[in-house]
């Protein structure tokens, strides 16, 4: 059984490898993701991903709650974990290059059970994500049908029960709001999921002229508002602390596992392996631009919008458009600001809802989960049957409950699915030396090492009650893998 636990795929024989666009499988061939991506498509589905709750909601939450105007600092600790993490990443995605992400990564060098742990986390991550970001895309569409009401003198925004979560969770337990549902989350996670399984070309071209906009609508709100920064609004720039996680240092890490959720976009561009041209080129290209591109942002949002707003004002499910209320003069930006969020946010879902079922369709593959999530639509050339399923439970989710609880999960996943990845790259220099590497990660102990404690250490800022819940989430996926996936994995014998 240890012996089974652990055993790896040998790398030039895993069952994705393949750029054609059919596999066989026993008797039959079934369709294959196609390879249609090319390194800018790669980078703009990185930035897609990444540029959007961090900045048009979660900074507002880790200002007010965590860090103050330090929630920079925060940021640039998270960029460097991730930074750290992403070196690892592209040399596993030009050496691997297939769909599946960091449970790939894991299956060919720590084992079938490390693997089953990251992939489960990596469900965790990207369901959660969609989810979280949903809700959040809710707030600022409603703070949109209020400004169109003010321009006509109606009132069309929906009310509080149509358009927040029915459930909260406070201190660790779960709390009706007397809402109903977050109905504009589940529509627009409906609308995206259809998008999505229509086909990978047509996500990506909608993916890019989001992408513009909203990066046009952020250096846009950081030209007009830096001249407005009031140095005051930064003093003290850490808070004095007052309590565990609630501002000082304490609060600056805390603050920077909250935040951590912002950047992990570039591990969905990971996701995308199997259908990119030239991967062993273009996937280093994409995790890395992707990753530059949106650490710079960040922290240049931060400081200007903790600079131009105090930032215990910020605690909102739109803190960019809370900070301009400030200045009834730029009432033109905020609109403006609302709209890029509104698509800036949209694309996130979008890579979100695009990336699972990609991870879904690596597992069906190895025998870990059911072969109906393994299936290839014959016209779209897309994992339907896992798109569908991960729409439902993204929609559902966003519907019923909050963006910090989902927040705070997402960041514990991606984190345990990071530092694997960082110690996956020292197993397999170790173990395959040989294999040609087209991206090397320069100085890999350190990097390696470094990139695991730093993501492990911001992991164990977790409050006690995501705590339980994770513990939950865990013990599901076990007794997913302990009653199905460990008797039909394809590395035993009889299922091969």
């Known amino acids: 059984m240890l012996k089974n ?80 993490a992403g070196l690892c990443y592209a040399e596993f995605a030009a050496m691997l290059p297939i769909s599946g992400s960091a449970y790939s990564y894991s299956y060919a060098t720590l084992g079938e059970y490390v693997a089953w742990f990251v992939g489960w986390n990596l469900v965790l991550e990207y369901l959660f994500a969609a989810s979280t970001v949903a809700a959040g895309w809710s707030g600022y569409f409603n703070e949109l049908l209020r400004l169109i009401g003010s321009w006509t003198n109606t009132n069309i925004a929906l009310p509080d029960a149509l358009a927040s979560a029915p459930y909260a969770f406070v201190e ?91 950047y992990i976009g570039f591990d969905a561009v990971s996701t995308a392996a199997g259908e990119a041209k030239n991967p062993q080129r273009d996937m280093p290209i994409g995790i890395l631009g992707s990753l530059a591109v949106c650490t710079v942002l960040y922290i240049a949002m931060a400081l200007v919008l903790t600079g131009i707003a105090p930032f215990r004002e910020l605690n909102t499910a739109e803190p960019v458009a809370t900070a301009l209320t400030h200045y009834p003069q730029l009432a033109w930006l905020k609109t403006i600001v609302v709209f890029g969020a509104i698509t800036g946010l949209s694309s996130v879902i979008l890579v979100m809802l695009m990336g699972l079922p990609r991870i879904f369709f690596s597992m069906s593959r190895d025998g870990l989960l059911p072969p109906a999530l393994g299936k290839v639509h014959p016209k779209f050339r897309t994992p339907y049957i896992g798109q569908v399923i991960v729409g439902v439970a993204a929609a559902v989710l966003a ?62 800022q977790a409050f006690e009650e995501h705590w339980r819940l994770m513990l939950i989430w865990i013990a599901l996926g076990q007794l997913i893998y302990i009653g199905y996936g460990y008797a039909h994995s394809k590395l035993r014998p009889k299922n091969a």
């Open 399 to 460: 519907g019923l409950f909050p963006v910090s609880v989902l927040g705070e999960l997402v960041s514990m996943g991606t984190l345990l699915a990071f530092a694997t990845v960082c110690i996956g790259i020292l197993v397999l220099r170790y173990t395959q030396p040989q294999l040609k590497r087209s991206f090397r990660v320069p100085f890999v102990w350190p990097v390696s090492i470094l990139g695991a404690v730093i993501c492990l250490y911001l992991f164990w």
């Open 5 to 84: 636990l652990l055993a790896t795929h040998a790398i030039e024989s895993s069952p994705h490898v393949d750029a054609g666009e059919h596999i066989s499988t026993g008797a039959h061939a079934q369709p294959n993701l196609v390879r249609v991506l090319t390194a800018k498509h790669l980078v703009l589905l990185g930035v897609g991903a990444v540029i959007g709750a961090g900045i048009f909601v979660i900074t507002g939450q880790a200002a007010a709650q965590h860090a103050g105007p330090a929630l920079a600092i925060s940021f640039v600790i998270a960029g460097i974990a991730c930074a750290l």
């Open 172 to 262: 660790g337990h779960i709390q009706s709001t007397g809402a109903l549902v977050n109905l504009p989350a589940v529509l627009i996670v409906a609308a995206l999921s259809g998008l999505c399984y229509v086909g990978i070309t047509q996500s990506a071209f909608v993916n890019s002229i989001i992408v513009a906009i909203k990066v046009t609508v952020i250096l846009l709100f950081i030209a007009v508002t830096v001249h407005l920064i009031n140095p005051d609004n930064w003093h003290p720039f850490i808070p004095e602390n007052e309590g565990p996680g609630v501002f000082g240092w304490s609060g600056v890490f805390r603050a920077a596992t909250l935040v951590f959720f912002s």
